[in-house]
């Protein structure tokens, strides 16, 4: 069996090509059913006196809860 070299293996697994789409953003429609959470328990308010306390360092006052994914279509 032939030894394969790094960058056989990269080309062969198209690494570059793979990583570019992934990193490149897309929008998508995504039809679901779920639940939205508007401001559950929340009493913190942010910098500007708005209720906040989901994402990331509580920045939206409420999230989407996915229970099953119906469709989803690339735009």
């Not at 570019?20 to 959470?37: I, L, S």
């Not at 508007?38 to 409420?62: K, T, V």
């Amino acid at each position: 069996m032939a030894k394969i070299n790094r960058r056989d293996a990269l080309v062969r697994a198209n690494l570059p090509g793979r990583i570019a789409e992934v990193m490149t953003p897309h929008a998508y429609r995504v039809r679901f059913v779920g639940a939205e959470t508007l401001n559950m328990s929340c009493n913190e308010r942010d910098a500007f006196g708005l209720p906040s306390c989901f994402g990331h360092e509580g920045a939206f006052p409420g999230m989407v809860v996915v229970e099953k994914i119906l469709a989803i279509e690339a735009l």
